[in-house]
C-alpha cells in the first residue's frame, strides 16, 4: 500500500487549493481514505474521509462547508477540494487509508490509520 500525495502550496486567505492522493496497492472498495493535517505545536486533526463502498464522506468541523472530498476510481485518486482557506488552515496535510469497517464517530481519530502518505505544506497567509 503506497500514498502519494501533492498539491500543497502557499495561498491567500479565501482562497483554493485542491490537494490530490494517488494510492497504490489496493481498490477503494476495500479501503477508507482520510485526510488529516498538523499544525505546528498541535495534534493531528481529522480533516475528511471517504467511506469504502458509496463513497460516503465525513468532515470534521473546522472545515465543513468549506472542504469537499471526493475520489476518481479509474485514476486511483481522492481529492481534497478547499476553499475559503484561512491562515487556521495553515497545516502539513496527509492522507490516510485504513481497511475494513470502523466506528463512524471515531472515523477521523489518526490511530484508526494503518497506512500514511507523506505530508504537504498548505500555508494560507497574506
Known amino acids: 500500500v503506497q500514498l502519494q500525495v501533492s498539491g500543497g502550496g502557499l495561498v491567500q486567505p479565501g482562497g483554493s487549493l485542491r490537494l490530490s492522493c494517488t494510492f497504490s496497492?489496493?481498490?477503494?472498495?476495500?479501503?477508507?481514505i482520510a485526510w488529516f493535517r498538523q499544525a505546528p505545536g498541535r495534534e493531528r486533526e481529522g480533516v475528511s474521509l471517504?467511506?469504502?463502498?458509496?463513497?460516503?464522506?465525513k468532515y470534521g468541523e473546522s472545515v465543513k462547508g468549506r472542504f469537499t472530498i471526493s475520489r476518481d476510481n479509474a485514476k486511483k485518486t481522492v481529492y481534497l477540494q478547499m476553499n475559503n482557506l484561512t491562515p487556521e488552515d495553515t497545516a502539513v496535510y496527509y492522507c490516510?487509508?485504513?481497511?475494513?469497517?470502523?466506528?463512524?464517530?471515531?472515523?477521523?481519530?489518526?490511530?484508526?490509520?494503518?497506512?500514511w502518505g507523506q505530508g504537504t505544506l498548505v500555508t494560507v497567509s497574506s
Open positions: 496497492g489496493f481498490t477503494l472498495d476495500r479501503y477508507i
Open positions: 490516510a487509508a485504513r481497511s475494513g469497517r470502523l466506528v463512524w464517530s471515531a472515523a477521523l481519530d489518526a490511530p484508526q490509520y494503518h497506512y
Open positions: 471517504i467511506s469504502r463502498l458509496y463513497g460516503n464522506p
